[in-house]
C-alpha cells in the first residue's frame, strides 16, 4: 500500500521531481566547476584587508589558505548535490541552492585573490552604495504593486531623476537638485496614474511609453545641448558624511555609517515605508486596495485616490533614487546612465517578496554582484571585463529564475479597477 | 430600528427595475424577500444601502424621511449588507477585514489591532458567531467567511441587516448553523432581510415573506400558512411543477470510466485525487459538493480541458485521456460548462454564430470555401424555436440575452445533434425558474434517448432532483455514492459527506 502511495505520487509529482533532480545535477556541477576550474595551489594564501591604515580601530588581516577552502568548499557542494538528487524537494530545493551560490561566489573571491591582497570592507563598502539606486527603484516598486499598479516605469524614473538631478544641480546646487528629482519623478508617477488608473491604459505599455519617451528626451537633451553648455551638466555631488563614534566600528563603521545622504535616505526610506505598510491604518487601506479592491471600495476607501497618490509616492522615491546617479556620485548626467537599475529594482522587489525590507535584502545581494565585478576588474583575473560587467544581470537572471519560492504579488496586481 | 420603502420606482433606461415597490422592514423579525433573478431584489437593496437613489418615492427610517447620496450612507444609517460574493480581503486576518475602513488608531496613525481584535470579540461572544479574530480569512473554510461578513456589518453598527443569498455557498449543515445566527441576531432586535430564491429556506427562518416579480410587489404572507407552491406561483407567475417527473433509469453499457485519475492544480495543490467513477448510458449521475472540491477539474479532465496527472478517461470504451477536445466532440460528447461567460459562449458573436461554435467546421455548414451562413442562421433559427430562446432575431449578440436564455443557447447547441455523453456543470447557474423546468426537462429526455449523462452542481436540489446516483467530492476525492432512485437518498447523509464526514457514509 505504501509503495502503491509513492508511486502514484511520484508521477503526479513529475514536474516537481524533476526540478528537484535539476539542483542536484547543478549543485555537483557548480561542485566540479569549484574543484577544477577555481583550483588553488595548496600552499598559496587569500589576504583580506578588514580595515584601512587610518581606522580607529585597527584589525589584522584576515589570511585564507586558499587549497584547502576551495577543497571544502567543493566537498560541501558535493555533498548538497547529492543530498538534493536523493531526498531534496520542497523548500530544500531553493535552500540548497542559494547556500550553494553563496559558496561558488566565496570560492570564486578566494580563487581571484590567491597571492594578492583585496579590500573585503572597501567591497562591502561599494556594495551598499551600489545597492541604494536598485533599493530604491525597489521600494517605489512595492509602493505602487501593493496598490495594484504594475511600474515599469521606474526605469524611466530613475533616469528622469538622474537627469533632473544634474540640470538642476547645475543651476541651484545639490539640495536644489534633489528636490527637483524628487518632483519629476513624483511627475511621472501622476502620469503613469492618470494613464492607468483613470484611462485604464494596459499598464505594461504605459511603463514602456515613459522609459522610451525619458530614454529619448535625455539622450537627445545630453548630446544636443550639455555637449555645448557644460556648466549645466555640472553638479555638485553630496560627499560621504561619517556619523561619529558608529562610523569607528570596523567593517560595519564604513559600511552603514560612513556613506553619503543616499544610502541614510534609503535605508531610512525602507524602515518608514515598513511601518507605513504594515503598522498604520493608510498602510491597511492600500494594502486592501491592492489585494480585493470592491471590497476596498465598499468599505469607503477610495480606490483611485489610494492609487494615485502611492504611485506617485513610488514616482518620488524612485526620482530619489535617479539623483544618486549623479547628484551621489559622479555629477554628470550620461545617455542611459541608470542601464537597466530600474528593472533589476523591480526583480528586487520580486525576490523580496514586495517587501520594502525584502527589497533592501535584495538589492544588497544585487549590489554585492555589482561591486564584485567592479573590484575583481582591479584584481587583474584571467576573466575579460566584459564578462564580469556581467555579474548583477546573471544574479538577477539567477535570482528570478531558480530560487524565487512561491512569492505571491498582491491579488489584483495589475488589474485595472472599474467601478460599478 | 424600523425601515420603509414608500413607492419607490427606480428606472433604468427605458426598463424600469423597481416600480412603485413598498417595503416594511421590522426590528426583530426576519424578512424574506423572494425573487427571480431580475425580478429587482438586487437594485432595491443598491437604493436601501445607498448605491442608487431612488427616481421616485422615499426612505424612512423610524418613519423619518432620508436622503442617500452615496455608498456609504446606508452603513451610516444603520443599514449593512453582506453580499452574495464576500467582500473579504483573503490575505487579511478577520481582525484586520473586519476594521478596514473604521480602524481603531493610535498616534501617527498607527494601527491598533489590539483594540480591533478586542472589539471583534466583543461582538464574538454577544452573538454567538465563534470567529478566530487572528485567522487570515483565505485559511478559513465559507461559512466561517460568511460570519466575518456579518461581524463587519455588525461592526459598523447596523440594526438592519441586508443578506443577499446567503445560503448559495454553505452546505446544509453550515445553513443550519447559519439560520440559527440568523434567529440569533433576530432576538437581538436586529432587522434581518433575507434574500433568496429558494422556497425551502424562506419557509424555514423568515416571519415574513415578500414576493418580488418584475419590479413589483406581487405578494406578501405569512410563511405558516404559504406552501412552497404558492410561492413558486407568485414569484414566476404561472403554476410551476418541481419535481422533474422521470420514469426509473435503465442503465445499459459503460459509456464513461475514470481509473485512478490525480490532478494536481495550477497551485500545486492536489485538485483531483484518485477518482474512479463510471457513467453508464441511460442513467443521471449527479456529482454534489461544496464548491471548490474538484469537480471544476473533474470536468476539465473529461471534456479535455485540462490533462490528469495520472489515471484514465474512457469513453465508450476508447482511451480519451489524451484525445483533443474535438475529438471528444465529435464522439459524441456534449459539454454544458459551469460559466457560459467564460467557456460557453462569445459575447460577441451572434446568436447564430454561438449556436454553431461546435459545429461549424462540419460539411453541413462548411463548404469548400466558406461557410454556409444562410443555413447556419436558419437552422440557429430552428434551435430558438426548439429551445425557447426568447429573442427577436438570430443576429442579436448573444451577450444581449437574459441569463436565462443565453445558457438555453449553449444547451440546445451542446443537445441538438447526435450525442452520447452529456456532461452538464452547473446548468441552471443564474437561470429563472421557467427554464430550469426546461432545462432539467432536456436533460431527462438525453438520458431517456440512451445518453449518459453526468450532472455537476452546488444546489443540492438540483442533484436530488435530476440524478438516478450521486457521488459526492470532497477535497478531490469521490467519498460517498448514494443510490437515488426515486429520490430516496438521504440528503442528510449527502450533507454530512460534502463536509468531509466520510465514516458510514457510504450506502
Request: aromatic share 8%; net charge neutral.
Amino acid at each position: 500500500m505504501t509503495d502503491m502511495t509513492m508511486t502514484h505520487s511520484d508521477k503526479i509529482d513529475l514536474s516537481k521531481a524533476r526540478q528537484t533532480r535539476v539542483g542536484g545535477v547543478i549543485l555537483i556541477l557548480l561542485a566540479l566547476l569549484v574543484l577544477f576550474v577555481l583550483d588553488v595551489p595548496m600552499g598559496s594564501v587569500a589576504t583580506f584587508k578588514l580595515s584601512r591604515p587610518t581606522d580607529a580601530i585597527p584589525l589584522g588581516d584576515l589570511v585564507v589558505p586558499g587549497g584547502p577552502f576551495n577543497l571544502v568548499a567543493a566537498g560541501i557542494l558535493a555533498f548538497l548535490g547529492v543530498r538534493q538528487f536523493l531526498r531534496g524537494g520542497g523548500r530544500w530545493t531553493s535552500l540548497s541552492l542559494g547556500i550553494g551560490f553563496a559558496i561558488l561566489v566565496l570560492a570564486f573571491l578566494i580563487w581571484a585573490t590567491t597571492g594578492k591582497s583585496f579590500s573585503l570592507t572597501g567591497m562591502l563598502q561599494a556594495t551598499v552604495v551600489r545597492a541604494v539606486p536598485i533599493a530604491l527603484g525597489g521600494l517605489a516598486g512595492v509602493l505602487s504593486e501593493r496598490v495594484a499598479v504594475v511600474n515599469i516605469a521606474i526605469e524611466g524614473m530613475l533616469l528622469a531623476g538622474a537627469f533632473t538631478g544634474a540640470l538642476m544641480g547645475s543651476l541651484l546646487g545639490g539640495w536644489g537638485g534633489l528636490v527637483a528629482a524628487m518632483i519629476i519623478g513624483g511627475a511621472f508617477g501622476f502620469i503613469l496614474a492618470a494613464l492607468v488608473v483613470t484611462y485604464r491604459m494596459d499598464q505594461i505599455i504605459a511603463g514602456t511609453v515613459i522609459n522610451l519617451f525619458v530614454l529619448g528626451v535625455t539622450s537627445y537633451v545630453s548630446s544636443q545641448v550639455f555637449s555645448n553648455y557644460r556648466a549645466l551638466n555640472n553638479a555638485p555631488v553630496f560627499r560621504s558624511w561619517a556619523i561619529p563614534y558608529l562610523s569607528d566600528i570596523p567593517v560595519i563603521g564604513p559600511m552603514l555609517f560612513n556613506q553619503n545622504i543616499f544610502v541614510y535616505g534609503a535605508l531610512i526610506l525602507v524602515g518608514m515605508a515598513t511601518y507605513y505598510l504594515f503598522f498604520t491604518r493608510s498602510g491597511l487601506r492600500a494594502r486592501a486596495v491592492g489585494e480585493h479592491p470592491r471590497a476596498a471600495d465598499t468599505l469607503g476607501i477610495d480606490v483611485y485616490r489610494t492609487r494615485y497618490v502611492h504611485v506617485i509616492m513610488a514616482g518620488m522615491v524612485a526620482g530619489f533614487g535617479g539623483a544618486w546617479f549623479t547628484l551621489g556620485s559622479v555629477g554628470r548626467f550620461d545617455e542611459n546612465m541608470t542601464g537597466g537599475r530600474g528593472f533589476i529594482g523591480l526583480a528586487a522587489m520580486i525576490f523580496g517578496r514586495w517587501h520594502p525590507v525584502g527589497a533592501l535584502a535584495a538589492a544588497l545581494v544585487f549590489g554585492f554582484a555589482d561591486s564584485l565585478q567592479q573590484k575583481m576588474a582591479l584584481l587583474n583575473t584571467p576573466i575579460p571585463s566584459e564578462f564580469l560587467a556581467m555579474a548583477p544581470y546573471i544574479a538577477t537572471i539567477v535570482v528570478v529564475a531558480g530560487l524565487i519560492g512561491k512569492a505571491r504579488a498582491p491579488a489584483a496586481d495589475g488589474k485595472p479597477y472599474v467601478k460599478e | 430600528m424600523d425601515v420603509e420603502l414608500r413607492g419607490v420606482t427606480k428606472r433604468f433606461g427605458p426598463v424600469v427595475a423597481n416600480d412603485k415597490v413598498n417595503l416594511v422592514i421590522r426590528g426583530g423579525e426576519v424578512l424574506g424577500l423572494l425573487g427571480e433573478n431580475g425580478a429587482g431584489k438586487s437594485t432595491m437593496m443598491n437604493i436601501l444601502s445607498g448605491l442608487y437613489s431612488p427616481d421616485e418615492g422615499e426612505i424612512l427610517i423610524d418613519g423619518k424621511p432620508v436622503q442617500f447620496e452615496g455608498p456609504g450612507d446606508g452603513i451610516a444609517a444603520g443599514i449593512g449588507m453582506v453580499h452574495q460574493h464576500f467582500m473579504l480581503v483573503p490575505v487579511f486576518t478577520v481582525a484586520e477585514n473586519v476594521v478596514l475602513g473604521v480602524e481603531p488608531t493610535g498616534k501617527f496613525d498607527y494601527l491598533d489591532l489590539k483594540r480591533a481584535r478586542a472589539q471583534v470579540r466583543a461582538i464574538n461572544d454577544q452573538y454567538g458567531l465563534e470567529v478566530p479574530p487572528d485567522e487570515l480569512i483565505e485559511d478559513l473554510p465559507v461559512g466561517i467567511q460568511q460570519r466575518v461578513e456579518i461581524l463587519k456589518v455588525l461592526f459598523r453598527k447596523a440594526d438592519v441587516l441586508i443578506l443577499d443569498e446567503p445560503t448559495a455557498v454553505l452546505t446544509p449543515q453550515e445553513v443550519q448553523d447559519f439560520f440559527g445566527i440568523v434567529r440569533a441576531l433576530r432576538d437581538a432586535g436586529k432587522a434581518i432581510v433575507f434574500i433568496t430564491h429558494k422556497l425551502h429556506e424562506i419557509l424555514e427562518v423568515a416571519d415574513r415573506i415578500n414576493v418580488l416579480r418584475q419590479g413589483r410587489i406581487v405578494g406578501e404572507g405569512d410563511p405558516k400558512q404559504l406552501n412552497e407552491e404558492q410561492l413558486a406561483e407568485m414569484m414566476v407567475g404561472r403554476p410551476v411543477t418541481f419535481a422533474v417527473s422521470k420514469s426509473p433509469a435503465q442503465p445499459g453499457e459503460d459509456r464513461l470510466t475514470l481509473t485512478g485519475v490525480s490532478m494536481i492544480s495550477d497551485r500545486g495543490e492536489t485538485a483531483l485525487d484518485n477518482v474512479t467513477m463510471t457513467v453508464r448510458s441511460g442513467e443521471v449521475v449527479g456529482i454534489a459538493g461544496v464548491q471548490g472540491n474538484g469537480q471544476t477539474e473533474l470536468v476539465e479532465v473529461i471534456t479535455g480541458l485540462t490533462r490528469p496527472g495520472r489515471g484514465k478517461v474512457k469513453f465508450d470504451g476508447q482511451d480519451i485521456t489524451r484525445a483533443s477536445v474535438r475529438a471528444r466532440h465529435m464522439a459524441g460528447m456534449a459539454h454544458i460548462p459551469e460559466d457560459r461567460h467564460k467557456s460557453g459562449m462569445v459575447d460577441n458573436f451572434t446568436i447564430a454564430e454561438n449556436m454553431v461554435l461546435n459545429s461549424y467546421y462540419d460539411s453541413e455548414f462548411s463548404g469548400p470555401l466558406s461557410i454556409d451562413w444562410p443555413k447556419v442562421h436558419e437552422t440557429a433559427a430552428r434551435y430558438c424555436v426548439e429551445f425557447d430562446v426568447r429573442t427577436p432575431s438570430v443576429f442579436l449578440r448573444g451577450g444581449s440575452l437574459s441569463g436565462g436564455n443565453q445558457q438555453k443557447m449553449v444547451v440546445a447547441r451542446e443537445l441538438e445533434r447526435q450525442t452520447r455523453l452529456v456532461i452538464a456543470s452547473q446548468p441552471t447557474r443564474g437561470v429563472d425558474v421557467g427554464a430550469i423546468e426546461y432545462i432539467h426537462e432536456r436533460l431527462i429526455r438525453a438520458r431517456d434517448e440512451g445518453d449518459g449523462v453526468l450532472i455537476v452542481s452546488s444546489e443540492l436540489d438540483e442533484i436530488m432532483g435530476l440524478s438516478d446516483r450521486i457521488l459526492v467530492m470532497f477535497e478531490g476525492r469521490i467519498v460517498a455514492e448514494f443510490d437515488n432512485t426515486g429520490g430516496k437518498a438521504d440528503r442528510n447523509a449527502i450533507g454530512l459527506a460534502m463536509a468531509g464526514a466520510t465514516t458510514g457514509a457510504m450506502a
